[in-house]
């Protein structure tokens, strides 16, 4: 997917994350079980708050992420840019 860019179809993301940063409207999680290398960062919808550093996030196939987009720094940093679904 990271030599892609945007996926060709709608394409979700699910699990169990760790928050490692948290702003307005924003933040910035890695997995549980590992994946050092993969950072998600989600965008909110406005007016609602994000997890806080620290907290762990869970998703499941009934409200997943919509992943936006992914891309590979030349270190080899993956980021998986999803969305918060509010409506199906």
Partial sequence: MAAQGAPAELSYLSGDFNVSASGPGRAVLRGRRGGGNVRIIVDFPAGSTPP?????????????????????????????????????
């Avoid at 409200?63 to 590979?72: A, K, N």
């Avoid at 993956?78 to 509010?86: F, G, K, P, S, Y």
Wanted: glycine share 8%.
């Fill in 52 to 88: 806080g550093e620290g907290e762990t996030v869970r998703r499941d196939a009934s409200r997943p992420f919509q992943i936006t987009s992914v891309e590979e720094t030349p270190e080899g940093q993956i980021n998986v840019h999803v969305r918060e679904v509010t409506r199906p």
